[in-house]
């Protein structure tokens, strides 16, 4: 008799493997998702059931893409492409595909400062905060309520006492130790704080797999700040294990201002139905001498799968270097075959990921990965000095980006993400430069798979069948 509810939950398991691996063959974005999925809810229906209610949803319905969707975005995009025309005209081609992706235009007169580290990128932005006149857009994936955070929180406090307009965004699963008090505090000073997905979120299942991984401030609408950095101490170096931090941001001027606040305005009104128009500035200021860009928003309510299609047209431009630095290599064969057409046809074409290790799967995910672009030339670097995480793409001398997206299925498919695209070649060449200072502190990887401890070369292996999941 006891073992009759241990039958029937077992039974009741296997039903919704099966329901479940039905429903992924048919949503899944790719047929490698569809396969991993089928592959472990038959395999481990135990863990995989509970999985696939928490990771299994493959569209993220119901968001807005403002940009795309709105006639009258659209018509104010034209308009304003014509005011900011781009400086260069022989990329246009190039850019034209960009261009589709992003849903905004390339414009001309844009100011970009590379911010190193987490000193570096806090005190810009304190600074500009402190300078705030009429209104602060601030969102990050991670707030942590330690020193960073409580920094942060003073300077939008403080903000918000001198009659500066302050909105705060923030993503439930990233930041979720973030305590309620932290929040009130802000509140209670007149600081608008909002969960990106308290309004529109899901309400009757567990869904973990869609986060907005954007990491942006603007202020004023004149100055704007994107890349890799979150709101906590171990992005200051502060962490025992992880430290020395190695992380990118980047401050924006210019045009490209406004296509950030755009983005920020569509995750304002997912999360809280308001639509942001009134007292925003739509029209910075722009330099004559400034550079041509465009922000890159990408996510999983895109109709197309913009996130690997911008690494994809952006490694099939690429002539005569490629170089990618992320904390993650977790891709598809789609990208993987454009990176090693890149490598056969001449392009020096550099990987750099961290040594240290955040987290294990994808990092073993990673190794798999390792020895088949080596064949092609495609070199791998292992920085050494810390724990990095920066998100940059450099493509030849003509342009460069720095953001929130990392080479990894996550952000081309999953995540909500953002990068700074910049067409220029003062741009590029800054983004040389450092890049060329990690290259310094890392080591080129040469041990193949097979030369690796037992646990990492099987490890690897195994990792790798959930790919399209990480």
Request: aromatic share 10%; with cysteine; hydrophobic share 45%.
């Amino acid at each position: 008799m006891t073992s009759l509810p241990i039958i029937l939950s077992y039974l009741l398991v296997q039903i919704f493997a099966v329901l479940f691996a039905l429903r992924a063959i048919e949503r899944a974005r790719t047929p490698q998702g569809s396969v991993a999925w089928v592959v472990f809810l038959f395999a481990a229906p135990i863990f995989a059931v509970p999985a696939y209610l928490f990771l299994g949803s493959a569209r993220f319905r119901g968001y807005t893409v403002i940009r795309r969707e709105s006639k009258q975005v659209r018509e104010g995009l034209k308009r304003f492409a014509d005011t900011y025309p781009p400086n260069q005209t022989e990329e246009r081609g190039l850019v034209r595909g960009f261009e589709h992706l992003a849903g905004m235009p390339l414009c001309g007169g844009n100011g970009f400062q590379l911010l190193v580290d987490g000193d570096e990128t806090f005190d810009a932005i304190f600074a500009a905060l402190d300078r705030a006149e009429h209104y602060v857009l601030v969102q990050f994936y991670i707030i942590h309520d330690d020193d960073l955070g409580h920094e942060l929180q003073a300077r939008l406090i403080a903000c918000a006492a001198r009659g500066v307009s302050v909105r705060l965004l923030f993503d439930a699963v990233g930041s979720k130790n973030l305590p309620q008090s932290w929040r009130d505090r802000l509140t209670q000073a007149g600081v608008e704080v909002v969960n990106i997905h308290a309004l529109r979120g899901p309400k009757t299942r567990f869904q973990l797999n869609f986060r907005n991984h954007r990491k942006s401030v603007v202020v004023d609408g004149v100055t704007g700040f994107i890349g890799g950095l979150n709101v906590g101490d171990e992005y200051m170096g502060q962490d025992p294990v992880l430290s020395p931090w190695r992380d990118t941001h980047c401050r924006l001027t210019g045009p490209v201002v406004a296509q950030l606040q755009l983005v920020f305005a569509e995750d304002w009104h997912w999360a809280t139905g308001e639509v942001l128009d009134d007292g925003m500035n739509w029209r910075p200021p722009a330099d004559p001498d400034g550079m041509d860009g465009l922000i890159m928003p990408t996510g999983p309510a895109d109709t197309m799968e913009t996130g690997a299609l911008y690494f994809i047209a952006a490694i099939e431009a690429a002539q005569e270097r490629l170089w990618i630095a992320s904390p993650y290599l977790v891709v598809e064969n789609d990208v993987l075959g454009a990176l090693k057409l890149a490598a056969l046809r001449g392009v020096d074409v550099r990987i750099l990921t961290p040594k240290a290790v955040d987290h294990r799967i994808p990092w073993l995910a990673a190794l798999s990965y390792f020895d088949d672009l080596e064949d092609t030339g495609v070199q791998i670097w292992r920085y050494q000095d810390g724990f990095m995480h920066q998100k940059i793409l450099l493509v030849d001398d003509r342009f460069a980006s720095v953001g929130t997206t990392n080479f990894d299925n996550r952000s081309f498919r999953l995540n909500f993400e953002a990068t700074a695209m910049l067409f220029d070649r003062r741009a590029a060449e800054a983004v040389a430069e450092m890049l060329e200072a990690d290259f310094s502190r890392s080591v080129r990887l040469t041990m193949r798979l097979n030369d690796r401890p037992l646990w990492q070369r099987h490890g690897a292996r195994f990792a790798r069948l959930f790919a399209p999941l990480l």
